[in-house]
């Protein structure tokens, strides 16, 4: 069986080749190297000790799409292309309109001509929005603050009315909560260009030097410590749940949505001395005012990915924090 991966270069891309190639997938992986570098994907083959089909390849180029889809049986795609700088995209919201929901249909449109109807699409918790906590896959979607949340939204909305239109489509929609960790070969991991915007990797170069002090971005939330609560991922078990989904799409037909988080909540307190614990640094922070958009907390219901795809959660904070720390001490100018 072969499987594309779009963006399969980037963060949780890289790992979830590495999950596919060791579960015997041949993968294919079409980037435009925006936000990753090439040598990614070398490095996806040393761990693995497989090689994979590689295409430098922007998802909005129709040609070069149908060239891959040509030159390959493609069994299933899994859709990671795009962009997910939330601040970035209120500043360029057509930028985002455009390389995601223009990729995107592009994509599924070359898909319906190769007769490739089997998807994961990498959605997001943020379509939730305002809901209770935790949230569940029937809760309604699309209340959304910022222009990147409103495309996960538009494009689950999208394969919605594909399936509609064609029975034949077998989708599946993971609502990733917060992915942090890497692989723990410390080959690769969370490396995003500039100064970061979410917690994790600002917290590694804090504690690396690259950056001087960490701002927690509100003290007085209704919390236990004030802080705001996420449901934070190992993004191996994230590129885990990958491998079940597929593993789904390839054996139906129907569209699902499913959460993956681990079903708990930590503070960004909790983070940081996690951190503190895992790396045996102190981390230099402040706590500052909230930011724009933030929620106070939120959290995953997984029991339907669990009950429908057999996937759970193994990895906890811990984990997640030195295996982030071994990366970066690995890495500390990032990956070349
Ligand atoms: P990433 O930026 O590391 O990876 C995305 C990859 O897609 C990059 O390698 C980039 O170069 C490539 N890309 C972007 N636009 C492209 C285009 N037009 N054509 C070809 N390649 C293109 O991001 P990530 O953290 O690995 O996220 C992967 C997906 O998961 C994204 O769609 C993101 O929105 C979604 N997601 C991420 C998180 C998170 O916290 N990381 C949370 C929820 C959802
Ligand atoms: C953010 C996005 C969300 C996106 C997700 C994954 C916003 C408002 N939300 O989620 O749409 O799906 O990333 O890409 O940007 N924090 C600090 N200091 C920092 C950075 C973060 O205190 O320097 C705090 C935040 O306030 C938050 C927590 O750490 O409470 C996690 O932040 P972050 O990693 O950015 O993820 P989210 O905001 O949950």
């Known amino acids: 069986m072969t499987i594309l991966v779009t963006g399969g270069a980037g963060y949780i891309g890289s790992h979830t080749c590495v999950e596919l190639l060791n579960a015997g997938y041949d993968v294919v992986v079409v980037d435009n190297y925006y936000n990753s570098v090439p040598e990614v994907l070398n ?43 939330v601040g970035e995209s209120s500043r360029l919201p057509l930028l985002y309109y455009e ?26 918790a943020t379509v939730y929005g305002n809901n209770p906590i935790p949230y569940q896959e029937t809760m309604t979607t699309g209340d959304v603050s910022n222009p990147y949340g409103r495309t ?12 509609t239109a064609d029975n034949e489509w077998s989708i599946s929609l993971l609502r990733y909560f917060n992915p942090i960790g890497a692989h723990e070969s410390g080959l ?22 690259r950056l001087p002090q960490l701002t927690v971005f509100g003290g007085d939330y209704d919390t236990k410590d ?37 079903g708990v909540g930590y503070s960004v307190l909790d983070i940081i001395h996690a951190f503190e614990k895992a790396s045996g640094k102190k981390l230099n922070y402040v706590i500052g005012g909230r930011r724009a958009g933030d929620l106070p907390a ?34 500390p100018e990032g990956i070349k």
């Open 99 to 124: 390389n995601n929901i223009s990729g995107s249909v592009v994509l599924f449109e070359v898909m319906e001509k190769f007769s490739c109807k089997k998807i994961v699409f990498s959605s997001s």
């Open 43 to 85: 490095r996806v083959e040393t761990i693995t000790g497989k090689s994979l089909k590689k295409y430098e390849c922007d998802i909005r180029n129709r040609e070069g799409l149908e060239k891959i889809f040509a030159e390959n049986k493609i069994d299933a795609v899994i859709h990671f292309a795009g962009l997910k700088a």
């Open 188 to 209: 690769i991991g969370e490396d995003p260009n500039g100064i970061p915007n979410n917690l994790m990797p600002y917290i590694a170069r804090v504690a690396i030097g």
């Open 152 to 163: 996960k939204h538009f494009i689950e909305q999208i394969l919605g009315d594909v399936y």
């Open 226 to 262: 004030g802080t705001c609560i996420r449901d934070y991922i190992h993004v191996v078990d994230l590129a885990k749940a990958h491998l079940c989904a597929v593993d789904k799409v390839l054996n139906g037909t129907g569209i699902e949505a499913y959460n993956i988080g681990n």
């Open 298 to 331: 939120f959290y995953a219901d997984a029991t339907k990915a669990n009950t429908e795809l057999g996937w759970k959660a193994e990895y906890g904070i811990d984990k997640m924090c030195e295996d982030t720390w071994n990366f970066q001490t690995k890495n």
